[in-house]
């Protein structure tokens, strides 16, 4: 069934925050319908916020960012996990204090403009260390953080993504070469700031007046689990880096409260569904054979794969699933997943 019988889904909320990675935009490009979407929430007094692990820019940056892409952004609509890093520095050191930085320039202007001191070297003493993504970033950089952190620094991941979004597919991301530090130095990191930790949707849901927040992303382990973390409803849109086959391996604390395939499942009731649905949502019918999920009937694909969900998060372990008749089989490649058993 759609996502509220009829309602659009944007009815039920008085703030939408917005990752930006794989929803509102691929690297540099806005991704076909966003810029129409932010346009129309905008136009029916909505408030938005962008909430994003991309510790590679600043807020402003990010504003200036969207503004060119078409959606007009001011920079306290941004949350980044640059921004959330350097308050949660400024908070626990002495100001002017160091802090050695692996990562964007971006990640030093955050310390610098909360009074701190970005160093580069192990030997300049930092009180911290502060990792966030950056393409320039290699060994030399993880080899100074390990002395530091070794020395007795605090150790501070802006976010742990493992993968960012490009147009060849996913890309190491900052959650990769924190591995590599993790690995080298036989531990965690003392905090990590962004998704999935809860800190960045509870900052923004306390913009909606008492109303309510839904979150939108493109990532289960990050997006959906982080909205989970602060409470908050949250959309799977299909335009990043998750895709219905991992939707379906998804653990509890990774499952979204709606599926669309893009931002127009704000607005049409036809184009965003509640996850997990009944079982013979809209046409469709899943029943379970011999250790294997049948998808029969047909309809509209979403509402395939509401059943889909119902059927495969109730399972002991994860099912087969194959296609009983054309449509189911259309709707399985549809969604990527395999239509031949």
């Known amino acids: ?27 540099d490009r806005p991704i076909p319908g966003a810029v129409e979407a932010v346009a ?52 626990r050191l002495p100001a002017g204090a ?10 030093r202007a955050e310390l610098r403009a909360v009074g701190l001191t970005p160093v580069s070297r192990a030997d ?19 080899a100074e953080a390990s002395v ?7 150790w501070i991941a802006t976010n742990t993504d493992r993968t960012l979004p490009s147009g060849r597919g996913p890309l190491p991301g900052n959650g990769a070469l924190v591995a590599a530090l993790r690995t080298a130095l036989e531990r965690d990191p003392d905090v990590v700031v962004g998704k999935p930790e809860s800190a960045l949707f509870e900052t923004a849901a306390r913009r909606s ?58 607005f049409d009731p036809a184009a965003a569904v509640r996850v997990p649905g009944p079982a013979d949502a809209g046409g469709w019918s899943v029943s379970e054979h011999d250790g294997t999920l049948e998808l029969g009937g047909s309809g509209r694909p979403l509402d395939a794969l509401a059943a889909l969900c119902a059927a495969v998060w109730s399972a002991p372990t994860p ?23």
């Open 209 to 266: 007046d008492g109303g309510r927040a839904l979150v939108v992303g493109d990532r289960l382990d990050t997006d959906i689990e982080g909205a989970r973390r602060a409470g908050l409803d949250s959309l799977l849109v299909l335009t990043g880096v998750s895709g219905v086959p991992d939707l379906l391996a998804a653990e509890p604390k990774r499952r979204p409260t709606y599926v669309a395939r893009d931002l127009a499942g704000l």
């Open 148 to 154: 530091a952190v070794r020395a007795g620094a605090i």
């Open 1 to 27: 069934m759609s996502a509220d019988a009829g309602e659009r889904l944007i009815d039920g909320y008085t703030l939408v925050v917005f990752d930006l990675d794989g929803v509102i935009y691929l690297i």
């Open 319 to 341: 099912p087969r699933i194959r296609p009983a008749g054309n449509d189911a089989g259309r709707a399985l490649e549809s969604f990527g997943l395999p239509s031949g058993g």
């Open 98 to 107: 160091p802090v050695l930085v692996v990562g964007a320039e971006a990640l």
């Open 124 to 142: 300049e003493k930092p009180a911290a260390v502060v990792q966030g993504y950056g393409p320039q970033v290699g060994w030399a950089d993880l």
């Open 40 to 91: 129309r929430l905008h136009a029916e007094g909505r408030a938005v916020a962008y909430a994003t692990n991309n510790a590679s820019r600043r807020s402003s940056d990010v504003a200036d960012l969207l503004t060119g892409m078409g959606v007009p952004a001011r920079p306290e609509e941004v949350l980044t996990s640059a921004a959330a890093s350097a308050e949660l520095l400024r908070d």
